[in-house]
């Protein structure tokens, strides 16, 4: 689009008509493009002032996007005008438009055009224009204006405090001076048009917080001296106008109070009775009003603590909690709360004993209450009271600091406040609502981290009287436990409150994870009677109560059995648990993470029997999973791939902790027991090559290699040949990362085991010929897992059989692949090169073995023969593509190669970052990277003596930060 000089503003608004009106989507492409650009030129500022005006012909639609490119123009370009005259009038302009638009309907126009105005005011330090427009507004006798005044007011005060610190000390010290005279204003404006201003409640209140929170000089003795009718206007907004005006009148008091000194203490007394005596009804019924007085209440408590040494103090936090008690409202709840936060701040000294203790005991009970489902609760889907997200967000982050606050002042108090309210469950078959009890349950569950650590320290030398309460702690713990899990054997479901909701359950199950340490401590803890409400827990898995809560039954399950071992360590116990978690385990609507939880806590406690006992157990818990993964297998469909997965990742979970010391023959290891056991269905399982063609399956399987190697160790040598044979013929049929892991632990395991050497070797230059096969037919880029797979192995070689790689082919294979790959961008790929690279350099140059100094020759050949494009590509992947972490590790690689390399590498620095193909780079990288930056960087990599290696990484590291444009050129000169 484009238009004749004079008729831009016909042709502005045609383009927003056509980008608001049109239903051609290339048609409003086109006009948004010609207006995007148009708005970057130096026409747009007179074209939108044209646009703007009453009965001009022009739609509101066109006015409001000229005055809105008006107000973007003002906030980004003000600054680019050449000349203070421009900018003057600019403003100018922007004041006229506004006054010729002040009786127009349109508010949106006026409020745009107002917001430059102010912008642009900021900019130029200049505040009296702003002032003076909005006083002159509220002086005239048409109050339509009255609002959008006092929001250029406050608007003004707001973009000061938003400024960087020189420009706002600046425009901060101009708006204190017309602190006085404002106020003075509006005091006036009050006193003598009550009505009027009543009408602006909100504005008004907001623009005096503003200006109150600019002006450290505004107190609450100033206001209520020099401008007591605003001040009793404000205060009497707080009571007495609508919600959303008393907000921002008790914002405003609020924001005095901060700035009150000391001495105003004595006006306290005064505020708080016109609240809470004299208005006290008017503010209960109202919980927005309520709302109102606790944001003044949360200022006394942060700013003048030593208030709450005083009756009124009290009588504050007593109106608090019985708003608490009435309020139905979350914000009110919430905002009420806050004072109390806010109020545990102030030192225990600077309160009234009522203040203390006795005031936590009352706010625990309410916190209870609070904290309870809502009256109608039965699933999430259904109910309307509230949502999953906001309900939860506000008991796990906001009241359970409140409890914790609540527990540091009552101690073991706590619990004797929270055991009380069990008086009330102590029929168990009452009619007792569920809420209650989960609610207490979480008041619990919060506070476990605090009761632990304060019951740890009771038990380190304290004193008399801490181990006495600390005794007290562990009695009412046992009572709880026995009580709340009691039910499960004992009345049945239907009547025990404790099992009357799942989400009780689920909160009973949470509850007995957090304190799972001290079951484990308290020989007299309930652990079997836990352990059986878990397992009931674990079975309530239904859709319609969401996967929450088997999860956290399975996961508090497997951390009784971990802490609790020693007293589960029986074959009978051990075998129990195992009967009991079967069904669960079996199940196919039972998530895989939840099994895996249950297999993993039955596997803990079986590592701790006997070597019999642990060979018996370990066979009933995996039995059922080689029975299915052998049915799987025979049914020879594709159907079964998510079960094969699952399968072979609960064997795999079961395996992983069989750590068991390493038997005598001919008694036999259990985990090569079962693994001897398990491995005709492994056959069968590798004999299906379609499943195993799935990355999941395959890296399933390989993980049961690897925990048996890295859990077994030597007692499942006599295997290992068969499982390094299978795995890399896994490897050669899907390239899968996990196969390159489990000769990782192969060779980790075995690498002093002579008689395996050949085997180990074969599995180490197999992985690689194969791994590095694939990367050649496939973008390596999209493979980076597979490159960090493969150099895992590689510097698992390095550090326990070096004698693996250092042989001349394999080595060079794996230094140029090396090469190729270091300018990755992905973690994980970055960091396994860069540790193969800076190992193999690093122990070339120690040469503390006789095999490294063997292996010399090899080394140099590989650096002879890739050594610059190693060099070429660091610097690269320094540049731009190595991620931030890992550029001063990066820097050391090049330290090591420098070490051993000598002087040919300061060569190969010089002629790559002195070409011109190079700095052209560096220059498209960053063109502030100035060319006599670059040779100071040579100068000082170069250096002699050699920089030390911590002080190279740091330059190197620099210089990628100056590639990057995140560093200037000057920090390279720093290092001298």
């Not at 509230?386 to 914790?404: K, P, T």
């Not at 990362?737 to 395991?749: F, I, P, Q, S, Y």
Request: charged share 20%; net charge negative; glycine share 6%.
């Amino acid at each position: 689009m484009a238009g004749p000089e004079g008729q831009l503003a016909d042709v502005l608004a045609q383009a927003v008509s056509v980008l608001h009106g049109t239903q051609d989507l290339e048609q409003r492409k086109s006009a948004n493009e010609w207006l995007n650009g148009f708005a970057k030129t130096r026409e747009a500022w007179n074209t939108s002032l044209d646009l703007v005006g009453v009965n001009n012909g022009h739609a509101t639609e066109v006015q409001f996007f000229a005055a809105n490119m008006l107000c973007n123009k003002v906030k980004n370009d003000f600054g680019d005008l050449v000349t203070e005259e421009e900018r003057r009038g600019i403003l100018g302009a922007i004041v006229a438009k506004l006054r010729s638009v002040l009786g127009a309907e349109d508010h949106l126009v006026k409020e745009r055009l107002g917001l430059a105005l102010v912008l642009g005011s900021v900019h130029c330090n200049s505040p009296d224009t702003v002032i003076g427009e909005a006083t002159s507004c509220l002086s005239a006798g048409d109050p339509k204006c009255d609002s959008l005044s006092l929001v250029m007011l406050r608007t003004i005060a707001e973009e000061a405090d938003t400024l960087g610190h020189t420009k706002r000390q600046t425009l901060a010290q101009l708006l204190h001076t017309r602190t006085g005279a404002l106020f003075k204003f509006l005091d006036d404006r009050v006193r003598v048009d009550r009505q009027r201003m009543a009408a602006v409640h909100a504005p008004l209140g907001k623009c005096v917080a503003a200006w109150a929170g600019l002006d450290s000089a505004v107190t609450l003795g100033s206001m209520a001296g020099a401008h007591g009718n605003l001040f009793n206007f404000l205060l009497c907004g707080v009571v007495d106008a609508g919600e959303q005006e008393s907000e921002a009148c008790a914002e405003a008091i609020a924001a005095v109070i901060v700035s009150s000194p000391h001495g105003d203490q004595q006006l306290y007394p005064q505020l708080t009775q016109y609240f809470l005596v004299e208005n006290s009804g008017k503010v209960l019924a109202s919980e927005k009003k309520v709302e109102a007085v606790a944001r003044i209440g949360a200022a006394l408590a942060v700013n003048h603590g030593s208030f709450f040494q005083w009756e009124q103090g009290l009588r504050l936090a007593e109106f608090f909690l019985e708003a608490l008690k009435r309020a139905e409202e979350r914000s009110a709840k919430e905002r009420v709360l806050e004072f109390f936060m806010d109020l545990h701040a102030v030192p225990m000294e600077m309160r009234l004993p009522q203040l203390r203790k006795p005031l936590y005991e009352q706010l625990l009970l309410q916190l209870v209450e609070v904290a309870s489902y809502p009256a109608d609760f039965e699933t999430w889907a259904e109910c309307y009271m509230d949502d999953a997200d906001s309900f939860h967000r506000f008991r796990e982050q906001f009241l359970a600091e409140l409890f914790e606050s609540a527990f540091l002042v009552l101690g073991t108090d706590y619990y004797k406040v929270i055991m009380s309210l069990f008086a009330r469950f102590q029929d168990k078959t009452a009619a007792t609502a569920w809420q209650a009890a989960e609610a207490v349950i979480f008041s619990l569950r919060t506070v476990a981290v605090l009761v632990k650590a304060s019951l740890n320290l009771s038990s380190k030398g304290q004193a008399q009287a801490a181990t006495a309460e600390a005794n007290d702690v562990h009695q009412m713990l046992k009572i709880l436990f026995t009580h709340v899990s009691g039910g499960v054997k004992q009345i049945g479901v239907a009547k025990d409150v404790f099992l009357s909701h799942h989400v009780v359950v689920e909160g009973v199950a949470r509850l007995i994870g957090s304190y799972a340490q001290w079951f484990g401590k308290n020989p007299h803890s309930p652990v079997e009677q836990a352990l059986s409400y878990l397992l009931f827990g674990i079975q309530l898995n239904r859709p319609e109560f969401g996967p929450t809560l088997p999860t956290h039954a399975s996961h508090s399950f497997k951390i009784i059995c971990m802490k609790c071992g020693h007293r589960l360590k029986t074959r009978e116990a051990v075998i129990g648990l195992i009967n009991a978690i079967s069904g669960c385990v079996s199940a196919s609507s039972a998530a895989l993470a939840d099994k895996k939880a249950l297999v993993e806590g039955v596997s803990r406690l079986i590592t701790l029997l006997g070597l019999e006992d642990a060979t018996f157990a370990v066979e009933q818990l995996l039995h059922p999973v080689l029975h299915r993964l052998h049915q799987t297998i025979a049914s020879g469909n594709g159907q079964g791939d998510l079960q094969l997965k699952c399968d072979l990742e609960l064997y795999a979970s079961a395996v992983r902790f069989f750590e068991f010391p390493c038997p005598s023959p001919p008694a036999v290891h259990p985990t090569l027991h079962i693994l001897q056991r398990s491995w005709d269905t492994f056959e069968a399982v590798l004999g299906n090559e379609e499943s195993m063609k799935s990355e999941e399956n395959a890296e399933a399987l390989c993980s049961i290699f690897g925990h048996v190697i890295s859990s077994a160790g030597p007692a499942v040598a006599e295997v290992l040949p068969a499982i390094l044979s299978r795995t890399l013929a896994l490897l050669q049929l899907g390239a899968h990362t996990g196969c390159l892991e489990v000769v990782a632990n192969a060779v980790e395991a075995f690498s002093a085991d002579e008689r395996l050497t050949q085997h180990l070797r074969d599995a180490a230059h197999r992985s690689f010929e194969i791994t590095f096969s694939f990367l050649r037919s496939v973008r390596v880029q999209d493979h980076a897992q597979h490159v960090e797979a493969v150099y895992d192995v590689a510097s698992k070689c390095l550090i326990f059989r070096p004698d693996l790689v250092l042989e001349p082919g394999v080595l060079g294979s794996l230094f140029q692949m090396a090469v190729s790959t270091i300018v990755l961008k992905e973690r994980g790929s970055v960091m396994a090169v860069n540790a193969f690279l800076s190992q193999l350099m690093q122990l070339s140059f120690a040469k503390r073995q006789p095999i490294w100094a063997a292996a010399q020759p090899a080394v140099m050949d590989c650096l002879n023969a890739h050594g610059k494009s190693l060099v070429g590509n660091v610097l690269l992947a320094l540049a731009e593509t190595c991620p931030a972490h890992l550029l001063r590790s990066l820097g050391s690689c090049l330290h090591h190669l420098r070490n051993l390399s000598g002087s040919i590498f300061d060569g190969w620095l010089i002629e790559i970052m002195k070409s011109a193909d190079f700095r052209a780079y560096l220059a498209k990288c960053n063109p502030a990277f100035k060319a006599e930056d670059v040779d100071y960087f040579i100068h000082v990599v170069l250096r002699q003596p050699p920089l030390e290696r911590s002080a190279f990484e740091a330059i190197v590291a620099d210089y990628a930060g100056v590639c990057r444009g995140e560093l200037n050129g000057d920090c390279l000169h720093a290092h001298k």
